[in-house]
């Protein structure tokens, strides 16, 4: 048999179709607009209507050669002939399974964790189906939902079988081009298809819906990430452009920091020549989100008020293609800083993540670096690999900074020497870089100009290994300029002398008195 094409995987269920539709309508509907494997859920029905759905079902997808997979129920699929059962955890095993139905009957299992995809290789299932990724209402969840991150690993553990991977669970349009981008694992596996539900099923015109998933899923796989400079001269060229064109494009950077530098975040950002908004009710992520260039998520001092706030903002950024920076301030403090950072990591894509030693080595669960509050006590063994696999891990730029500061986007990583010791001995100096990081991100993204319009790219394509080195270089160059002179004397004369040199600092200063180099590997 020809194999399976599992990229847009329909999961029906009639409970959800609208007043007025039929489930073979709207099955037909879908099809036309891209599904490419159906399976039929009946979870409360009995035997004889199942049959009948699963009947008409099957010979509706015929008509359009499409393959017919049943939900748990191994005799409906015999009954009418589907191509295939899919199992859960607590059905009948693989291999049972196997001896019962016909050579070349595709058998796909539900996966929640590590050992039940491994269980499914050794069983040799012909997909899984990974999830549920995030909650949804269209099934009760008997674990927690494993969250994008948690792909990864499960992709992983598949690597050099030939089994198909499906996710599964709350996948949308609004939120799949978060899912393929960063669900791929770190030995570059990626998912085979994506199951959806009530985005179809519910849908007024299941067509469309259709057309649409199918639209970001193939653009996803396909768009190819921009040829980034690799030299270090390249990438300082690039990086200086961008932070020309702060001050040319203006950009607006929405940032929802910490209360203690809010202030001097917003004096920053306007000296670098970006305007800042600084605003946290979850009521307004959506209108800043069509405003606003770049976001800027600091929990430095987070509240469960704020944390929604959070949750919106990022989910309405990544819709709108705008970059996300995320500075996980004190993220090993507690636990409900911990698990804060992972649903924010689990609900959107960043596109930087910003921290000492200390915060980064607790968001990967490395014991190598420890924090006193927001304090990095220590710093790792080799700083650059730990750099570039964090980077590979959460798919975007990483920046851990220090005495030494490293950049990477997983792939190369730059080594920054820059910054005046009185640059840390501000309150604050950290959650600052991270509104010169989202001002140059957002200057970037605007500078990409290469018109791609594809859905399945998270940013517009902007540079953000350039924009985040630059944005460093800014501010530690800037902070050597202001220790020089004159009228400072201390930390409290340190401050405005810094954004006064934020403020003039220009493409020349940086390119000479930088101190950048490339890590080798």
Known sequence: MDPIDFSLYLVTDRALLPVGKTHLETLEQAIIGGVT??????KTADTA?????????????????????????????????????HLGQTDMPIDIAR?????????????????????????????????AVWSTQTKKLTSPPIGVRGLGAMLDVLSGSNIKAVA??????????????????????????VAVVSDIVAAPDPM?????????????????????????????????????????????VHQMTNVVVANQSANITLALGASPIMATAPEEMSDLSKISHALLVNIGTLVSGSLQGMLKAGHFVNTARN?????????????????????????????????????????????????KGV????????????????????????????????????????????????????????????SCIASYCAAANLLASDGDQHEGRLNRGGDFLSAAVGAVLALTVASELAAKRGD????GSFLPALIDELSTLRPEAIRRLAKIEEVGF
């Open 37 to 42: 494997v159906v399976q039929i859920r009946e």
């Open 49 to 85: 209507e199942f049959l009948r759905v699963a009947q008409e079902s099957k010979a509706l997808c015929d008509r359009y050669n499409l393959p017919l997979i049943i939900n748990d129920r191994i005799d409906i699929s015999l009954a009418v002939g589907a191509r295939g059962v």
């Open 99 to 131: 001896q019962l139905m016909p050579t070349g009957t595709i058998i796909g299992i539900s996966c929640n964790t590590l050992d039940e995809v491994r269980r499914a290789k050794e069983a040799k299932a012909d997909y899984v189906g990974l999830g």
């Open 168 to 193: 599964i669970g709350g996948i949308k349009s609004t939120n799949l081009a978060h899912l393929m981008h960063g669900s791929m694992s770190q030995l570059e596996e990626c998912l085979d298809g």
């Open 208 to 252: 469309k819906a259709a057309q649409r998933l199918k639209s970001i899923f193939r653009a996803s796989r396909i768009v190819a990430a921009k040829r980034i400079p690799t030299s270090r001269d390249d990438i300082l060229t690039k990086a200086l452009t961008i932070m020309t064109a702060v001050r040319s494009l203006n950009p607006l």
């Open 323 to 371: 970059p996300i920076i995320l500075d996980p301030v004190g993220v090993g403090a507690s636990e409900f800083r911990k698990n804060s950072v992972n649903e924010l990591l689990n609900s959107w894509q960043a596109t930087v993540i910003k921290g000492n030693a200390g915060e980064l080595a607790a968001l990967a669960g490395s014991t190598e670096a420890e924090s």
């Open 375 to 434: 304090d990095s006590l220590g710093n790792f063994k080799d700083p650059a690999l730990f750099t570039r696999q964090l980077s590979r891990k959460e798919r975007c730029v990483v920046v851990l900074t220090g005495e030494t500061d490293y950049i990477s986007d997983g792939e190369r990583v730059f080594m920054l020497k820059n910054g005046h010791p009185l640059l840390g001995s501000i309150t604050g100096s950290g959650c600052v870089l991270g």
């Open 488 to 491: 400072v004397h201390g930390i």
